[in-house]
Nanobody, 121 residues
Framework: QVQLVESGGGLVQTGGSLRLSCAAS????????MGWYRQAPGKQRELVATITQLKNTNYADSVRGRFTISRDNAKNTIYLQMNSLEPEDTGVYYC???????????????WGQGTQVTVSS
């Protein structure tokens, strides 16, 4: 019954900005690490950024310095602020979360449905 809902994707010009959001919901859940992944057409999914419960962050080399991942633990929500966007950033962005669920008494990885980001030249 755990769900991840993403929002904020869209079409922007080179150099523009977007802010993605991902909210985790479910009964009696504890959200541990979360992150963003992306997949361009014809390419494999790749890690963009991750953030732990204590807000330690990790970024792919291609986005470091341009993207910022953050989280609001009270809302079980993460954000991805994307600045200085380039056409190479185009793809479907997926939210991922490692969540403990009391309903299943298990720790597992969950994925959102994805949100499209398109950067035009």
């Amino acid at each position: 019954q755990v769900q991840l809902v993403e929002s904020g994707g869209g079409l922007v010009q080179t150099g523009g900005s977007l802010r993605l959001s991902c909210a985790a919901s479910g009964s009696a859940i504890s959200v541990n690490s979360m992150g963003w992944y992306r997949q361009a057409p014809g390419k494999q999914r790749e890690l963009v950024a991750t953030i732990t419960q204590l807000k330690n962050t990790n970024y792919a080399d291609s986005v470091r310095g341009r993207f910022t991942i953050s989280r609001d633990n009270a809302k079980n929500t993460i954000y991805l602020q994307m600045n200085s966007l380039e056409p190479e950033d185009t793809g479907v962005y997926y939210c991922n979360a490692r969540i403990w669920s009391a309903s299943t008494y298990s720790l597992g990885d969950y994925w959102g449905q994805g949100t499209q980001v398109t950067v035009s030249s």
